[in-house]
């Protein structure tokens, strides 16, 4: 199947800029977003982009796509406390009916 | 708005027990999925759903098997439950031809 990888684990201080990371293999994806996951909680979309763009901006949200790298990245600016969470990649293929592929998700600590 | 519902946030079930995971979704959606999460290794698809009566396996089937006689309601299933089975069970579901999937708030199972 699709590997999709991230780091596990990231601290920033309150205020700074949070950049997550998201590694994969199979380039034929369409679409690739990011969720993220509060304590206890399911998962909620932050934002999603389409494989031939190679940047979408939404407010605080910055999603950067090298497909020739196969990297994407989501710069959280400003983080607050509130961000404290886990973030997951996931990329989908149009010819798998909607079947999602998900990285093994980025705890982020923010530190006041 | 969307709504994806899990019937249980938390269930203690004992070992060789029968377990059904219950999730209903009020979209309309086709598509509907089951996701276990587990630290380090992020979301894994257990089985997925595109029509009623229909059903494909994911990555890792074995010891689950779902049901989908609704379209708005999709069960897992644990046969017998074992004790590697505990974890966070996520359900989502999806529209064909749209690029989002929705998550229900998890089923935290634990199995003694």
């Known amino acids: 199947g699709e590997d999709v990888e991230q780091s596990l684990f990231l601290s920033v201080r309150e205020g700074d800029s949070s950049v997550i990371n998201c590694t994969y293999t199979?380039?034929?994806?369409?679409?690739l977003y990011w969720y993220k996951q509060e304590p206890g909680a399911g998962l909620q979309l932050l934002t999603y982009?389409?494989?031939?763009?190679d940047m979408k901006q939404d407010q605080r949200l910055t999603v950067l796509l090298n497909k020739k790298d196969k990297h994407l990245s989501l710069r959280i600016a400003d983080t607050q406390t509130g961000d404290s969470a886990i973030y997951f990649c996931a990329e989908s293929f149009t010819n798998t009916g909607n079947q999602f592929y998900f990285g093994t998700g980025t705890s982020l600590t923010v530190i006041p | 708005d969307v709504k994806v519902t899990q019937s249980s946030r938390y269930l203690v079930k004992r070992t060789g027990e029968k377990v059904f995971l219950e999730c209903v979704q009020d979209m309309d959606h086709e598509n509907m999925f089951w996701y276990r999460q587990d630290p380090g290794l992020g979301l894994r698809l257990i089985y997925f759903s595109y029509d009623v009566k229909m059903k494909e396996k994911g990555d890792i089937p074995e010891g689950y098997s779902v049901s989908r006689e609704k379209k708005e309601r999709f069960s897992l299933i644990l046969e017998s439950a074992s004790t590697n089975q505990t974890s966070m069970y996520l359900c989502?579901?999806?529209?064909?031809?749209?690029?989002?999937?929705?998550f229900g708030q998890g089923t935290r199972l634990t199995v003694v």
């Open positions: 982009i389409f494989s031939n763009m």
């Open positions: 199979d380039s034929s994806s369409t679409y």
């Open positions: 989502a579901s999806s529209l064909t031809g749209q690029v989002v999937a929705f």
